[in-house]
C-alpha cells in the first residue's frame, strides 16, 4: 500500500501571483509541486527554466518535482539542481544516454524520474529502472495542460507496477474520475493541473484526487 501522493501542476496556476498559488495549493494538502518545463523543441510549447524554480524554492517547504519536457536534458541538471529542484525527471525520448543523465541528477543529490509519452511502451526504460526512484507515465501528450486523457495508457502503468515497486507518478488529464482509474492501475504519485488550479477549492480538488478517506488504495 502505498500513499496517494498529489502533485499540482503550476502550468495552471495564475503565473500573475505564483507565489500565492504556491502557498495555497501547500495549505489545501499538496504533497509536490509539479514544475512544467518545455522547451519549444522537444514539445510545442514554451514554459519556465531555472529562475522560476529559483524564485518560487523559498515560497513552500514541498517538494520542487521538475518535469523537463526538453531535448538534451543533461545540459540543464545542474541549473536545475542548483535552482532548488528536488526531483528532476527526464524524457526517455530525449535522451540516447540515459544513464548519464541519472549519474549527473545523483551527482546533485536530487531524486531521479524518467518519464514515457503515451506512445512509449516500457521496452526503453526496462534497462534503468533499477536506477530510478520514479517513473512517470504521459496520459497526455506532453505539452499542454487542459488535454483529454488517453485511456489506452491504463494497461501500461498496470504492467508497470508489476515490475516496479517504486513511484508511478501519472501526468495529463487527470480529474476526480480518471484519478479513480490510475489508482486503481497502481500509480500512486498524480499530477493535476486544471483539475486543481482551474478550481474554486483547491482542498476539495487534491482531496477527490486522492480519494477515500485516508487516500490510500
Ligand atoms: C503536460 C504537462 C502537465 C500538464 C497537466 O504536458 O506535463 O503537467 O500541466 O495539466 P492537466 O492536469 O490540465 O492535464
Ligand atoms: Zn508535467
Redesign the pocket.
Known sequence: MQKILIAP?I??ADFSKLGQEIKDAEKAGADWI?V?V?DGHF?P?LTVGPVVVKAVRPVTKLPLDV?L?IENPEKYVESFAKAGADIITFHIEAEDDPKEVIKLIRYFKKKVGVSIRPKTDLKPIEPILSMVDMVLV?T????????E?IFDCLPKIENLRKIFKKDIQV?????ASTAVEVRSSGANVI??????F?TKNYEEAIKNLRGGTDGRY
Open positions: 501542476s502550468l495552471s509539479h512544467d518545455m514539445v510549447n518535469h519536457m504521459m497526455v501528450e506532453p505539452g499542454f495542460a487542459g488535454q486523457f501526468d495529463g488529464g487527470i480529474n499530477v493535476a493541473g486544471t483539475a486543481v482551474g
